[in-house]
């Protein structure tokens, strides 16, 4: 089965400066998430969609980042304009209800944001 | 939201057992207790869930305290590869606000 797919998997840019970021989940799977990694720290959630609903967002900086899912499957996230402490992996999960017991996800491996 | 308490870091010696504890004094009846292991550069994957029950698979075992109160990931024999920051958290089916905290990172020595 595919995993997760996340592109890109590294960028740079300049504070102020737009990025976009695209997850592709595990076919099937209903819910789709995107966390922030600060680095020491632990996945902080973002976002969650159930199908293409957003069913939580409250630590979302709403100012300046936004994510859509489209069709209720790929996922894209946009940060603009980008901050310092933006800096960050940024990580898509999907879970499935009936794979392996209650919403375990299934993580992608990450684009890695660097904000100069 | 239920949280969880980690010890920062352990170590282990290769070939030897390891017991990773996890404090979770305010957890529900309906909340799941979940393993995610995070190696160096990669997302987080699966390890073990539990609800009640102590449960085995091939990566590991979860020992659950009657009370539900803490929990213990059991590696039964640490590999160099098992090095990573281990994390556990609580989570409802279909639940929202999954909350990850710091973790503990696992050194294993050869």
């Known amino acids: 089965e595919a995993g997760v797919a996340q592109s890109p998997r590294y960028k740079i840019i300049e504070k102020r400066q737009s990025v976009a970021f695209w997850c592709n989940p595990i076919s099937g799977h209903a819910t789709l998430y995107w966390y922030q990694q600060i680095l020491g720290q632990g996945p902080k959630l973002l976002i969650q969609f159930q199908n293409n609903g957003v069913v939580d967002d409250s630590q979302l900086p709403k100012d300046r980042f936004s994510a859509e899912r489209l069709k209720g499957v790929d996922s894209t996230l946009k940060i603009q304009p980008a901050k310092l402490e933006d800096s960050a992996v940024y990580l898509c999960?999907?879970?499935?209800?009936?794979?392996?017991?209650?919403?375990?996800?299934?993580f992608g491996p990450g684009t890695r944001l660097t904000v100069l | 939201d239920a949280k969880t308490t980690q010890p920062n870091s352990m170590e282990s010696n290769e070939e030897e057992p390891v017991h990773l504890p996890c404090n979770h004094s305010?957890?529900?009846?309906?909340?799941?207790i979940h393993w995610y292991r995070q190696l160096p550069s990669q997302g987080p994957e699966y390890v073990i869930h539990?609800?009640?029950s102590n449960v085995n698979n091939r990566m590991a075992s979860l020992a659950i305290a009657e009370d539900r109160k803490s929990s213990t990931l059991i590696l039964h024999r640490a590999t160099l590869r098992d090095a990573a920051v281990y994390y556990c958290?609580?989570?409802?089916?279909?639940?929202?606000?999954?909350?990850f905290g710091a973790g503990t990172r696992l050194f294993v020595k050869a």
């Open positions: 539990g609800l009640t």
């Open positions: 305010t957890i529900s009846g309906t909340d799941y």
């Open positions: 999960a999907s879970s499935s209800i009936r794979d392996r017991g209650p919403d375990t996800q299934y």
């Open positions: 958290i609580l989570r409802v089916t279909g639940g929202f606000k999954t909350i």
